[in-house]
């Protein structure tokens, strides 16, 4: 393909944006020195499952737009959902007022949500939808006439980056800094099989993390207000699968000592685990369900927090008793979002996309089958679309690569001229399709990450031992 003027200017385009955006944009989770000295991928259309850079070349959407993606880009049923509400309403205060999509999603929602969450609260992103659950739970139990001020997390837990989600989190390198402002806490041990904290192995480790949770309560259960858990996988940790069982007898343990269970669906639900919500694997009915990501097909940012009406009574009163739930936000319950999340909703059934899982669900666990023999691969976790390679040094050892080589980070660079974009979390690779991803397309991915693998860890291996011959042959054909 020759080049054209019109490339040129593309060309020139790109350069200045990328000029203005290193010059002025603070990144969200991102070591800014090093992204001033790359060049940054601007992303200006999508379609389906693939992105589009202002060059035009196309990038598979690997981990749906941070696990947001449900159906892919451009849904045209979304997209005319939310054209739709525009032409109506765009916003109006959710703050003494109401308006129709917002009633019609709370319903269906209610009806959608394992148990007895028939109270919907709206905000807009994931970390606000824990902090409501967190003021939700404490308020509730003070409103009975008990003081309960603090909860039970779980190590590796994320709940999101907000002071009172960080509290509640469990990542040492995002939450180390701010632990002096946070306040205290619980902790039980993470359902990490690959390496347990408690010794153990797969699946007795599960187990007896969860049962941990029975000594914590009998020690301090009277100050606890709520357990907090990610069901099934903790994922900002690095897709960490806990073992089958696992929730249920942490909400059995929680339901013992008569503490609230709040479940963080946010990355969970719509589909991800290959049910609508993953406390369906395990009939768990949690006092608090919190869900974002994939609640507008990712499309808008919302968040709702779910509450059962036991929950709910506590707050009812006059006003002058103070049993207002003070929190909300300016633009709390916005429609385009609800309108977004009913058409999300609507595709979920119109395209029997749940049904269409297991198959899809299984062919990405055979094409990642072979990378289990991978010399630099400890792990590959998957449930259901959410998928962690764990890449580490020594396979015997399970000796993890040296921080300052950035491995995980090189093969989601190594990635992108393979035509895909992966985002990993330290040295685990995460891949998390949108539930709409074909088989070809999972092939692709997978293939696309494998050669990034092997490239990335060849690299590390020349760089830890300069002088040793290149002991993982590159594996190009995978
Ligand atoms: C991403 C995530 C959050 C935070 O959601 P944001 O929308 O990014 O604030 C909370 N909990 C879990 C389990 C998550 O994966």
């Known amino acids: 393909m020759t080049r054209g003027p019109q490339d040129e200017e593309r060309g020139e385009r790109t350069r200045r944006l990328a000029a203005l955006d290193q010059a002025h944009i603070w990144h969200p989770f991102t070591p800014m020195q090093g992204w001033l000295e790359d060049d940054p991928l601007i992303i200006e259309r999508a379609e389906g499952c693939e992105l589009i850079d202002t060059e035009g070349r196309r990038y598979l959407d690997g981990v749906s737009s941070l696990w947001v993606n449900v159906h892919g880009h451009g849904h045209p049923a979304i997209d005319a959902a939310i054209a739709e509400q525009l032409s109506r309403l765009a916003h109006s205060t959710f703050l003494g007022l109401t308006h129709p999509p917002a009633i019609e999603l709370a319903a269906r929602l209610a009806a959608l949500a394992p148990g007895r969450l028939e109270r919907v609260f709206f905000s807009e992103n994931g970390a606000a939808s824990v902090e409501v659950a967190l003021k939700m739970a404490y308020s509730y139990w003070r409103h009975r006439g008990e003081e309960r001020p603090t909860f039970v997390r779980l190590e590796n837990a994320y709940h999101g980056d907000t002071i009172g989600a960080v509290s509640i989190g469990g990542i040492d390198r995002f939450h180390e800094t701010y632990r002096p402002l946070l306040f205290a806490t619980a902790s039980i041990p993470s359902p990490y099989c690959y390496r347990c904290p408690l010794g153990l192995e797969y699946p007795s480790c599960g187990l007896a993390c969860a049962e941990a949770l029975d000594e914590v309560l009998t020690r301090e259960g009277d100050r606890v207000a709520a357990v907090v858990v990610e069901p099934l996988v903790q994922g900002a940790a690095g897709i960490i699968t806990a073992p089958d069982g696992h929730l249920r007898r942490i909400a059995d343990i929680a339901r013992h000592h008569g503490v609230l269970l709040v479940v963080d669906e946010v990355a969970t639900g719509f589909g991800r685990t290959g049910k609508m919500f993953a406390c369906e694997h395990e009939g768990v009915e949690p006092d608090l369900l919190c869900m974002a990501k994939g609640l507008t097909g990712g499309y808008l940012p919302l ?22 739930l003070y929190h909300g936000h300016s633009y709390s319950g916005n429609p385009l979002c609800c309108a977004a999340a009913l058409a999300n909703l609507d595709v979920f059934e119109s395209e029997a996309v749940l049904a269409s899982l297991p198959a899809k669900v299984a062919a990405l666990a055979r094409l990642l089958a072979p990378l289990a023999d991978h010399p630099h691969v400890g792990e590959v976790r998957q449930r259901g679309l959410m998928v962690g390679i764990e890449l580490v040094a020594d396979r015997a050892t399970k000796e993890p690569f040296p921080e300052h080589l ?41 293939a696309a990450t494998a050669a990034a693998i092997d490239e990335a860890t060849i690299g590390a291996l020349a760089t830890l031992r300069p002088s040793a011959p290149q002991v993982a042959a590159s594996r190009e054909s995978l």
């Open 303 to 324: 968040s709702a927090t779910l509450a059962t009406s036991a929950v709910f009574d506590a707050f009812l009163a006059r006003p002058e008793e103070h049993r207002t």
């Open 406 to 446: 950035q491995v995980g980070a090189e093969v989601a660079r190594a990635t992108r001229p393979r035509g895909a974009i992966v985002r990993p979390l330290g040295d685990v690779v995460v891949l998390m399709p949108p539930l709409a991803m074909t088989e070809p397309e999972l092939a692709r991915l997978v």
